[in-house]
């Protein structure tokens, strides 16, 4: 995954918020101080990483600072999102690369001042998958394909399979544009937070199994 791909995931919930870090719901009130959310990490454990076949790649965090208007008042809030990405190789003209990837995001989630500031509990796949295209323009033509159940944090969840087309290859390779399955999980609120799963590999691969495992694997840390 390029930086311009790992900023669009790691922005998915951008305007999320959680746990407070730092100051008090008066000073951000007031304005005197920011107000700091912190999403905690959520991961695929290390048997369920082994099982699916792929590898973790990078695990980090990711601080914006969004300004919000509350009690008649706008203040600026700082928001960090936890992210995970688990990849495997493919090799394609003889030469090897990521070829199929699988990403885990921890957002914050918090009701403040009667108010939801973070909408991605409340988007279903179509608009998160919308959110992706916007943040993200190298992927399109995408259709909704299927829907099943997978294991999610404990419980059944939904997830979405869509077609598009997008450059996951290098551009130095004679087709770097190619068709793509992406797996998106419906938004789970666990904790004060919520978690998202999203699974992008080419159409000629069927990760589907892989995928299900990781989703089953997926352990959040609060």
């Known amino acids: ?3 311009r791909r790992r900023r669009l995931l790691a922005g998915v919930g951008t305007a999320g918020l959680a746990s407070i870090a730092g100051c008090s719901s008066l000073d951000f009130i007031r304005g005197e101080e920011a107000l700091g959310f912190e999403a905690d990490p959520a991961r695929v454990t290390d048997s369920a990483v082994a099982e699916s076949g792929y590898t ?3 695990t980090d965090s990711d601080t914006i600072v969004r300004e919000f208007s509350a009690a008649g008042q706008s203040r600026e809030v700082e928001v960090t999102n936890q992210l995970a990405e688990y990849d495997r190789g493919i090799t394609v003209f003889g030469q090897r690369f990521r070829g199929a990837l699988f990403v885990v995001l921890s957002t914050p989630q918090v009701d403040l001042f009667d108010r939801t500031f973070n909408p991605v509990g409340e988007m279903d796949t179509d608009e998160l998958i919308e959110m992706i295209q916007e943040r993200y323009d190298e992927i399109g033509d995408v259709t909704r394909e299927a829907e099943r159940q997978a294991e999610l944090l404990g419980e059944s969840r939904e997830v979405v399979t869509y077609r598009a087309e997008g450059e ?3 551009t130095s390779l004679p087709v770097s544009l190619v068709d793509l399955t992406v797996h ?3 938004a ?7 978690v ?3 699974g992008i590999h ?3 691969i069927d990760d589907t199994d892989a995928i299900d495992s990781l989703l089953a694997g997926v352990e959040h840390q609060g």
């Open 1 to 3: 995954m390029n930086k």
């Open 56 to 58: 973790e790649s990078r």
């Open 168 to 170: 996951f290859l290098p």
């Open 184 to 186: 998106i999980s419906e």
């Open 188 to 194: 789970v609120a666990v904790g004060d937070d919520f």
């Open 196 to 198: 998202l799963c999203v």
């Open 202 to 204: 080419p159409r000629e």
